[in-house]
T-cell receptor, first 107, second 114 residues
Framework: AQRVTQPEKLLSVFKGAPVELKCNYS??????LFWYVQYSRQRLQLLLR??SRESIKGFTADLNKGETSFHLKKPFAQEEDSAMYYC?????????FGTGTRLLVSP | SQTIHQWPATLVQPVGSPLSLECTVE??????LYWYRQAAGRGLQLLFY??????ISSEVPQNLSASRPQDRQFILSSKKLLLSDSGFYLC?????????????FGEGSWLTVV
């Protein structure tokens, strides 16, 4: 069955430090993976998707099929990056989410 | 442009009372529609999804039901609420972008069952 695992509930870093939010998945087919973000008092929104191979707000994520991972990375964290981050996997018409990681960036 | 509206934003209901959360999408036609629940420590759990009017797929057995009476309207209901139904409910719709489908979320509804 499809599953998304985010092992860290909370990740706390200082401003300027590198950030890596971990995501592992379980899926029998060819995966389509996403990162969603929810800033304080805002709605959940798409951050990036692996198909686009894009960098959004300095974040990147590379799909590693061998390790079944899709970790989200940013070389230098900013205070405005503090938010809840969800990794998600598309399974047919459904989007399956992980439990989320709260990123806290301190000054 | 497309928008999604979800209401009410907050709701406090006694155990055993009915529930109706409504969601409407504007600016698109024949969207896929979703209801998710966000519970502490459990992430986002897909409850129902719909690919068209009257077509509802349930993901988990529960005390809730969903209906899609119109193309852009999705309703989450319960006849008798349980304490365990408390949580944050998110409606979402699926659109298409140049690089695949994007799912857009509403602002959510906080339900507290007392």
């Amino acid at each position: 069955a499809q599953r998304v695992t985010q092992p860290e509930k909370l990740l706390s870093v200082f401003k300027g430090a590198p950030v890596e939010l971990k995501c592992n998945y379980s899926y029998s087919g060819s995966p389509e993976l996403f990162w969603y973000v929810q800033y304080s008092r805002q709605r959940l929104q798409l951050l990036l998707r692996h198909i686009s191979r894009e960098s959004i707000k300095g974040f990147t994520a590379d799909l590693n099929k061998g390790e079944t991972s899709f970790h989200l990375k940013k070389p230098f964290a900013q205070e405005e990056d503090s938010a809840m981050y969800y990794c998600a996997l598309r399974s047919f018409q459904k989007l399956v989410f992980g439990t989320g990681t709260r990123l806290l960036v301190s000054p | 442009s497309q928008t999604i509206h979800q209401w009410p934003a907050t709701l406090v209901q006694p155990v055993g009372s009915p529930l109706s959360l409504e969601c409407t999408v504007e600016g698109t036609s024949n969207p896929n529609l979703y209801w998710y629940r966000q519970a502490a420590g459990r992430g986002l759990q897909l409850l129902f999804y719909s690919v068209g009017i009257g077509q509802i797929s349930s993901e988990v057995p529960q005390n809730l039901s969903a209906s899609r009476p119109q193309d852009r309207q999705f309703i989450l209901s319960s006849k008798k609420l349980l304490l365990s139904d408390s949580g944050f409910y998110l409606c979402a719709w699926e659109g298409k972008t140049g690089t695949g489908n994007t799912i857009y979320f509403g602002e959510g509804s906080w339900l507290t069952v007392v």
